[in-house]
């Protein structure tokens, strides 16, 4: 199975700065990444496809880069809301694949 | 509004057995393909069982022989039939619906909220 390791594991930030969690896989995996965020007692929700696609409805604050082992998922201007746990996730080879999360808290 | 809705988790004894259910609503469920993915207390989360439009299912090796995916297209409904039950397979069973990708697997569009199930005596 493809290994996926994020890094940080958890980051503090403040409201209104830029953070960028990165994600790389242990095979190359072409842009077949996908990135979601998850809430406390909330349904995760998709964000990124295909590395750097927002899905309908995402704001433009998201952006996701990267190709074949090194992916990075930016927030730019954080707000309360944006306060979460993310993960990344590969669809290149069955199965499918999780990185293990970076919650990012208020600083 | 397009949601899923994912129930019958609970306590359950090792060995024992449970289904999980997920109601689907707001778009043409017969035409994805559907999943449950799990998440244990503070860990990651791992994919346990696909099931095409066309009903092929899909396993890991972790759970092959032990769960059984399913769907009622006629009533929108996803299913998860859990047996021989471990401590390890405690965790938050999610539904989610997948995107497939030839060549590949499944990305995640949507998803449910989760239910809790617990294995122990």
């Known amino acids: 199975d493809i290994q996926m390791t994020q890094s940080p594991s958890s980051l503090s930030a403040s409201v209104g700065d830029r953070v960028t969690i990165t994600c790389r896989a242990s095979?190359?995996?072409?842009?077949?990444l996908a990135w979601f965020q998850q809430k406390p007692g909330k349904a995760p929700k998709s964000l990124i496809y295909a590395a750097s696609t927002l899905q309908g409805g995402v704001p433009s604050k998201f952006s996701g880069s990267g190709s074949g082992t090194h992916f990075a998922l930016t927030i730019r201007s954080l707000q309360p809301e944006d306060f979460a746990t993310y993960y990344c996730q590969q669809y290149d080879s069955f199965p499918p694949t999780f990185g293990q999360g970076t919650k990012v808290e208020i600083k | 509004e397009v949601q899923l809705v994912d129930s019958g988790g609970g306590l359950v004894q090792p060995g024992g057995s449970l289904r999980l259910s997920c109601a689907a609503s707001?778009?043409?469920?017969?035409?994805?393909?559907m999943h449950w993915v799990r998440q244990v207390s503070g860990k990651g989360l791992e994919w346990v069982s696909g099931?095409?439009?066309?009903?092929?299912?899909y396993y890991p090796d972790s759970v092959k022989g032990r769960f059984t995916i399913s769907r009622e297209n006629a009533k929108n409904s996803l299913y998860l039939q859990m047996n021989s039950l471990r401590a390890g397979d405690t965790a938050v069973y999610y539904c989610?619906?997948?995107?497939?990708?030839?060549?590949?697997?499944?990305?995640?569009?949507?998803w449910g909220r989760g239910t809790l199930v617990s294995v122990s005596s």
């Open positions: 989610a619906r997948g995107v497939a990708v030839l060549g590949g697997s499944w990305y995640f569009t949507l």
């Open positions: 707001g778009f043409t469920f017969s035409t994805y393909d």
């Open positions: 095979q190359d995996i072409s842009n077949f």
């Open positions: 099931i095409g439009s066309g009903g092929d299912p």
